[in-house]
């Protein structure tokens, strides 16, 4: 254990206010390095520990209220993306349909033009979220 960086974390953390222990104890209290648990551990041997023991409780119930936030926001966004997803189906299938009942009733100008645009339009929207999908599952480290 060196002690030249046990001596400087206790510097440090004997300059930090109650809520910013708290907050290094609830974020990663566990993960510190050896020398700086150390010091944390001597620093709050000189603070009062239900202070810090109130902030603790409060900063996790904040973090946790913002996990569940974002998660929320996360959830809304899937469900977004699929009405788009839908919509966008809906948008082409009505382009296939119109040209088909064009094509029916001896339009061939326009009635060609409707199902290619259908077909057209639903596979770039699948290719590009397929290609969205791959780039982000070549660059996600699993």
Not at 48 to 62: C, F, H, M, R
Request: charged residues 20%; neutral net charge.
């Amino acid at each position: 254990m060196n002690q030249s960086k046990v001596l400087y974390f206790q510097e440090t953390y004997s300059k930090m206010r109650d809520d910013e222990l708290a907050y290094l104890i609830a974020t990663g209290g566990d993960g510190l390095v050896e020398e700086a648990q150390m010091a944390l551990t001597k620093v709050l041997q000189t603070r009062d520990l239900k202070s810090i023991e109130t902030e603790v409780a409060l900063t996790a119930n904040d973090l946790n209220s913002q996990a569940a936030f974002k998660f929320q926001q996360m959830r809304k966004q899937e469900q977004l993306n699929a009405s788009l997803r839908k919509a966008w189906h809906v948008f082409c299938a009505a382009f296939l349909i119109s040209g088909i009942v064009l094509l029916i009733f001896d339009d061939y100008e326009r009635g060609p033009f409707f199902v290619a645009a259908g077909l057209i339009g639903s596979a770039l929207f699948e290719l590009r979220r397929l290609a969205v999908r791959f780039i982000v599952a070549i660059f996600t480290m699993n």
